[in-house]
């Protein structure tokens, strides 16, 4: 069973890590100049969790009756989740900057580096184990799609700048190094969590991170004037407006299986693991892109 959800989670992963740089992109292609509503996207799907974690409950008071716990969280976890969050905002912006100004295939190779940054923090972080094989494999793939990217300024969008498009380099290079981070924070919390960890509780995780995220991108989008600016933008938008609300609710939607995947994997195997999941996606986002 462990493995069959191992395998679901990848599943969720996969099609978050396939679609969920393509409709933003998509967004941004055919009309869309707003990067804070697009990193508030990438999290703003939360109240979705919402529909297992119920289905959790009823099945959990059904098991126990009335004496079942409708919050399984603590005040750690809770406090813990909350600032992974904070920090899951900051790499929706950044990574939804490097989108607006690179090609898919740019900021897919360039997220590819993530990989290498995953693999440090998990070994300062929760002292993963490596062998030579995996680091001389982590290399390689570090260093091949960071060569790749370097040599692919020429799927350039038509009419963008040295300097917009060195900033999207570097806000997605930045958002690599970030999310590098956030992987291994999360295994290191269920580490250090006083209670154990079921899937229920993952999902009250993924639900309070990105929470926090959605509130961190909110207040972006409220100084950026962002949803004044919405209606306009999409009466504007290429495809027309109504597949305007289409294109962002997916991208809401998509992104929430890729967060619930990434950290279900870390849950039933490790942060190093769910990098390599995410890295071995590539070739699949390159073809599609």
């Keep these: 069973m462990r493995l069959l959800l191992l395998a679901l989670n990848c599943a969720m992963l996969s099609v978050g890590a396939g679609g969920g740089p393509l409709l933003m992109r998509l967004y ?32 959990r008071r059904a098991a126990e009756g009335p004496s079942a716990r409708l919050v399984l969280m603590d005040p750690f976890l809770f406090v813990a989740s909350a600032v992974i969050g904070v920090l899951t905002g900051l790499d929706d912006y950044l990574y939804a900057y490097g989108v607006a100004r690179l090609p898919v295939s740019t900021s897919a190779l360039l997220l590819a580096t993530q990989l290498g940054f995953t693999a440090l923090f998990a070994f300062l972080l929760v002292r993963q184990l490596f062998t030579s094989y995996s680091i ?41 190094v970030l999310y590098g981070f956030i992987l291994p924070l999360v295994e290191l919390m269920y580490k250090k969590a006083k209670q154990a960890i079921t899937y229920s509780l993952v999902l ?49 939607i998509v992104f929430q299986f890729f967060f619930l995947g990434a950290i279900g994997v870390i849950f039933y195997s490790s942060s190093l693991f769910s990098g390599i999941v995410i890295a071995v996606l590539l070739p699949i986002t390159e073809i599609l892109g």
């Design 136 to 176: 001389n494999s982590i290399f390689l793939l570090t260093m091949g799609a960071g060569v790749l990217a370097m040599h692919s300024s020429s799927d350039r969008p038509k009419g963008e700048s040295n300097r917009e498009y060195y900033a999207g380099f570097f806000m997605t290079l930045g958002a690599a």
């Design 204 to 252: 009250e995780i993924q639900l309070v991170m990105c929470f926090f995220a959605t509130v961190f991108c909110t207040i972006g989008m409220l100084v950026n004037k962002d949803f004044q600016a919405i209606p306009r933008e999409a009466r504007n938008f290429e495809l027309g407006e109504a597949r305007y609300y289409v294109v962002l609710a997916w991208n809401a």
């Design 28 to 59: 941004f292609v055919r009309g869309g100049v707003r990067v804070w509503l697009s990193s508030w996207l990438e999290t703003g799907g939360w109240p979705i969790i919402f529909v297992p974690l119920a289905a959790a409950y009823f099945r």
